[in-house]
């Protein structure tokens, strides 16, 4: 049997578990530079507030109705996540956090359908009591079948945040009232061609003929309606597949109007990609560079990109980084108000798989790359940099909502007075 867990509006969630006087009240959570809505608690949504709006839209909602609005607090959102991971795998055989909110846990044992909800309740109480985060519960005996059961417990009516998936009248049930773009790994755009041919819910997508789906669509959706009727197809291991792109990429947190602000800009994020690229013992043979505005300007919408090809492909952030002025001459227009850029490194190889050139010079040096990231593992990012990157912090994310990071700060660190 297999449960998937996951709190409800998380962001929104973790802000009320240091602010007791807000569990009753509505909050709302914004994006990096306090952009867009991207978590609301169960209250807030009653206002008719919306995830992935911008804020400047919802503004007067929050103003009317006194809805408090917090920036993204990462380090207590990471700080709880861990403990509400901790807390759920003490009752399962094995988990795979899936996300930051979401987790699944493997029970090898056998039990009664009623025995299995009364540890799903089990389980929400306990992350309560401990975590004090609220979560839904969803059994079924796939991965698939408990993402659907845990839609159940959220959205349908009766279930009170449990509901498990054990006998074919209750996956029946579920099903047919799920619409098919619910179910895990079924979007917007894949819903819409299955709708054509008249699979509207989950139920009717479980019905079809394997061997057909994977000829008309693909083997992930065949095992998706595989799953769907309590085959096992989707297995997890500790060992990911190395990233194939790896982007970087972020809001200003004030406008960019020169050159030479961008080129700092776009610097760290190439400072920041090529880390993770190290990490997976990679190499990139390119990168692409874009800057934009932001479409809700007044001015009309600029946004260019720029592919740009190495000689031999690099993980040396030097090298990538000796690139940029003359990728920034491509991007960069006057007048423009830069509201957003990044960098991506799109043509990734496996540094043990990786045959040289003989003749080719390869000006890499990876143990000055091995000691970089060894010095900022240690006392903390951006230790020591690339120096055109700069050294004032005019880029930093701008998060005028924030609220004390309570657990990993000892300054704020709650004090109770009895």
């Given at each position: 049997m297999f449960f998937l867990c996951d709190a409800s509006g998380f962001y929104s969630s973790a802000e009320k578990v240091m602010r007791p006087?807000?569990?009753?009240?509505?909050?709302?959570?914004?994006?990096?530079?306090?952009?867009c809505v991207v978590a609301v608690c169960p209250i807030a949504k009653r206002l008719g507030i919306k995830k992935f709006v911008p804020y400047f839209q919802v503004k007067d909602v929050v103003e009317k109705y006194g809805v408090t609005v917090t920036s993204s607090n990462y380090e207590l959102y990471h700080s709880l996540s861990t403990k509400m991971m901790d807390t759920i795998g003490q009752f399962a055989d094995d988990i795979y956090v899936y996300s930051i909110d979401e987790v699944f846990a493997r029970f090898n044992t056998a039990l009664s359908h009623e025995s299995w909800m009364a540890l799903g309740r089990e389980i929400r109480q306990t992350v309560w009591k401990e975590v004090r985060l609220p979560v839904g519960a969803g059994g079924g005996l796939t991965p698939t079948l408990a993402k659907a059961a845990s839609h159940a417990g959220k959205r349908l009516p009766g279930y009170n945040g449990v509901a498990v998936i054990h006998s074919e009248q209750e996956r029946v049930n579920i099903l047919e009232q799920m619409d098919v773009t619910d179910v895990w790994g079924v979007g917007r755009r894949l819903g819409q061609k299955l709708r054509a041919l008249g699979i509207d819910n989950a139920l009717q997508l479980s019905q079809q003929s394997p061997a057909r789906i994977r000829k008309q669509f693909s083997i992930l959706l065949e095992n998706t309606v595989r799953e769907l009727n309590g085959e096992l197809r989707i297995h997890w291991d500790d060992v990911r597949p190395d990233k194939q792109q790896i982007y970087s990429t972020r809001t200003f947190g004030a406008?960019?109007?020169?050159?030479?602000?961008?080129?700092?800009?776009?610097?760290?994020?190439?400072?920041?990609?090529?880390?993770?690229?190290?990490?997976?013992?990679?190499?990139?043979?390119?990168?692409?560079?874009?800057?934009?505005?932001?479409?809700?300007?007044d001015a009309r919408y600029y946004r260019k990109s720029v592919y740009h090809q190495f000689a031999l492909p690099t993980m040396d952030t030097r090298l990538v980084t000796n690139a940029i002025p003359a990728v920034i001459d491509k991007i960069y227009k006057p007048g423009i108000c830069f509201y957003r850029c990044g960098v991506g490194l799109v043509e990734i190889l496996s540094a043990a798989n990786y045959q040289a050139d003989l003749f080719a010079e390869n000006k890499d040096n990876p143990k000055l790359m091995d000691v970089l990231d060894a010095v900022n593992d240690r006392y903390g990012k951006s230790t020591l940099q690339i120096a055109s990157k700069g050294f004032t912090k005019t880029h930093e994310m701008k998060r005028q909502f924030i609220t004390q990071r309570a657990t990993t700060r000892w300054s704020d660190i709650p004090t109770i007075q009895c």
């Open positions: 006087d807000l569990r009753k009240k509505p909050v709302i959570t914004l994006s990096n530079n306090d952009g406008r960019v109007t020169t050159k030479a602000e961008l080129h700092k800009a776009i610097t760290g994020h190439c400072e920041s990609a090529m880390r993770k690229l190290r990490k997976q013992r990679g190499l990139t043979k390119a990168i692409t560079v874009f800057a934009s505005n932001s479409p809700h300007d």
